[in-house]
């Protein structure tokens, strides 16, 4: 079974501050992770994925994320938040051994507002 | 690239009737596609799995004969939503994978659908 954590429901931030969101994981095997953020009432956009290699990956958007394995971690960081970076951000893992399929399990995301 | 839309972008429907939803992948191949439902302020729940060519494959608890899923073609899946009841109002997306690989799902921009 896989598993996916969001601890923060919200996350407030000011502008120009450095943003994280946490997300934490559960996988039997080794994990496929993801970032999406979404605005209102719109799909799901792609941040960023670690799949192998470098455990801090950078996305769009100056976006990066650190797979920390020992800590079962892959928190969402930005050096210096923007007001257009307020949205719903949700983190997803996929299990990539055989038996898990192509199914991705979904965090309960956090709300991210960055104010003026 | 990796666009994937989806039509309508909003359905207002009576109860007891069926509301077809369309999802395309734009500019690539999908041999897989997903299909979501999402609740105000919830995360993502994956209804089911539609794969080019074969039945689809629901999760635990989604009624396959409500929810019809058709993936005819490497661009195109429909989920009809049959007999529509109020309970069923909700936002709904799809997501596609590149065939051929690759692990990333691209999102569609959401129907949401209301039954009256």
């Known amino acids: 079974a896989q598993s996916v954590a969001q601890p923060e429901d919200q996350v407030n931030v000011a502008e120009g501050n450095p943003l994280t969101v946490k997300c934490t994981y559960s996988v039997s095997g080794n994990p496929y992770l993801f970032w999406y953020v979404q605005y209102p009432n719109r799909g799901l956009q792609f941040l960023l994925k670690y799949i192998t290699g470098d455990n801090l990956v950078k996305g769009s958007y100056g976006f990066e994320a650190e797979f920390n394995k020992s800590q079962t971690s892959f928190h969402l960081k930005k050096p210096s938040a923007l007001v257009s970076d307020s949205a719903l951000y949700f983190c997803a893992v996929r299990d990539i051994g055989w038996a898990a399929g192509n199914k991705l399990t979904f965090g309960g995301g956090t709300r991210v507002l960055v104010k003026p | 690239g990796a666009v994937v839309s989806q039509h309508p972008s909003r359905v207002i429907c009576k109860s007891g009737t069926s509301v077809k939803i369309e999802c395309r992948s734009l500019d690539f191949q999908a041999t897989t596609m997903f299909w979501y439902r999402q609740f105000p302020k919830q995360s993502l729940m994956l209804m089911a799995t539609s794969n080019e060519g074969s039945k689809a494959t629901y999760e635990q608890g989604v009624e396959k004969d409500k929810f019809l899923i058709n993936h005819a073609s490497l661009t195109l899946s429909t989920l009809t939503v049959t007999s529509a009841h109020p309970e069923d109002s909700s936002f709904y997306i799809c997501?596609?994978?590149?065939?051929?690989?690759?692990?990333?799902?691209?999102f569609g921009p959401g129907t949401r659908l209301t039954v009256l």
């Open positions: 997501s596609a994978k590149l065939a051929g690989g690759g692990d990333t799902q691209y």
